[in-house]
């Protein structure tokens, strides 16, 4: 395994890149990242409007996030590489793709964290800041997010956990994700795929439990410091 690793290190890393597009670990990492933060400003719009008083927002916003988590991502993906370019004919490429669809799912679950972590802060927060004379949007920018994010951190890390395992449906479309290299490098050395798959797995299960520590701490941490506020 030392021999393998030694050798495709690099091209496990970095994919073809400097002489081609990136791929490998870096992409995977990049891509689930950028979905995440593309899928902040969305998710906190489809948040904010899942508690909204006004049905004739509440409703149709729930009825887009029932139906997003209804359906496989594998199946959106597929939608969007093959059936989008027949009817605009504009084709996205694999990396396109793959950011789209997971801004998608990301900014769905993101909305259902905000709205939880609205529906949890006491009552009155808002009235209370509009009370003080700001506008609504202000009483949500400046009082009622905030607090809401900060709430649910360990829940947001945990999705750029899932987005990270998500990210290796892009090898369904040809996407130079850490998986696909792995495929391509056990190709490459065809002796050898328990070394190849094994390395695969470790790095999937370093960058995953890692995160996953992190939300379990920041968690806690935010427990005691509720516990001292009481």
């Given at each position: 395994m030392i021999e393998l690793v030694d050798t495709y290190w690099l091209y496990f890393l970095v994919g073809q890149y400097p002489d081609g597009p990136l791929g490998g670990l870096a992409l995977t990492v990049l891509l689930s990242l950028g979905a995440l933060l593309l899928a902040m400003p969305f998710g906190l719009l489809l948040g904010v409007a899942r508690v909204s008083a006004r049905r004739a927002i509440r409703w149709p916003?729930?009825?887009?996030?029932?139906l997003v988590r209804a359906l496989p991502l594998l199946l959106v993906v597929f939608w969007v590489y093959f059936f989008l370019p027949a009817v605009t004919g504009v084709k996205t490429g694999q990396a396109t793709t793959m950011l789209m669809v997971l801004v998608l799912f990301d900014g769905v679950y993101l909305a259902e964290i905000v709205a939880a972590g609205m529906r949890a802060l006491p009552k009155g927060q808002l009235e209370a800041a509009r009370t003080l004379g700001l506008g609504?949007?202000?009483a949500l920018l400046l009082v009622v997010l905030p607090q809401t994010l900060r709430r649910g951190l360990p829940s947001i890390v945990s999705q750029l956990v899932s987005t990270i395992k998500a990210t290796s449906l892009g090898y369904i479309i040809g996407l130079s994700e850490v998986s696909f290299i792995?495929?391509?490098i056990n190709t490459l050395v065809f002796t050898?795929?328990?070394?190849?798959y094994l390395v695969l797995a470790l790095s999937?299960?370093?960058l995953c439990f890692g995160l996953s520590r992190l939300a379990f701490l920041l968690e806690r941490r935010l427990?005691?410091?509720a516990a001292q506020v009481h």
């Open positions: 916003v729930a009825a887009l996030v029932h609504y949007g202000q792995a495929t391509q050898q795929a328990v070394e190849v999937y299960f370093v427990q005691r410091g």
